[in-house]
Nanobody, 117 residues
Framework: QVQLVESGGGLVQAGGSLRLSCLASGRTLSFYRMAWFRQAPGKERESVAVIWNSGRTSYTDSVKGRFTISRDNAKNTVYLQMNSLKPEDTAVYYC???????????WGQGTQVTVSS
């Protein structure tokens, strides 16, 4: 099973940017469908962005045009570039991995993103 470690979270003002990184170890990342999820206090965890092995991406509507997911298989790393951040983007962000058509079953520990107004 792949191990995932997120980094790059922090405190930023509304309108600012952050880039999250997810470093994978234990398995080659190229075998996995990767995603970023987030969970705000009192809310359910939601999928933010997904990237398939082919490079195809999908996003939840609230982040389209602002967030970009990418992967560097040579570095075994997945990124989430977040621009034009809003206070409602405040959450713990998690990296997740899945093989084939399975559900996401490998998770990182999460990184806090706080956007001040």
């Amino acid at each position: 099973q792949v191990q995932l470690v997120e980094s790059g979270g922090g405190l930023v003002q509304a309108g600012g940017s952050l880039r999250l990184s997810c470093l994978a170890s234990g398995r080659t990342l190229s075998f996995y469908r990767m995603a970023w999820f987030r969970q705000a206090p009192g809310k359910e965890r939601e999928s933010v962005a997904v990237i398939w092995n082919s490079g195809r991406t999908s996003y939840t509507d609230s982040v389209k045009g602002r967030f970009t997911i990418s992967r560097d298989n040579a570095k075994n790393t997945v990124y989430l570039q977040m621009n034009s951040l809003k206070p409602e983007d405040t959450a713990v962000y998690y990296c997740a991995a899945a093989t084939g058509s399975s559900t996401f079953n490998s998770w990182g520990q999460g990184t806090q993103v706080t956007v001040s107004s």
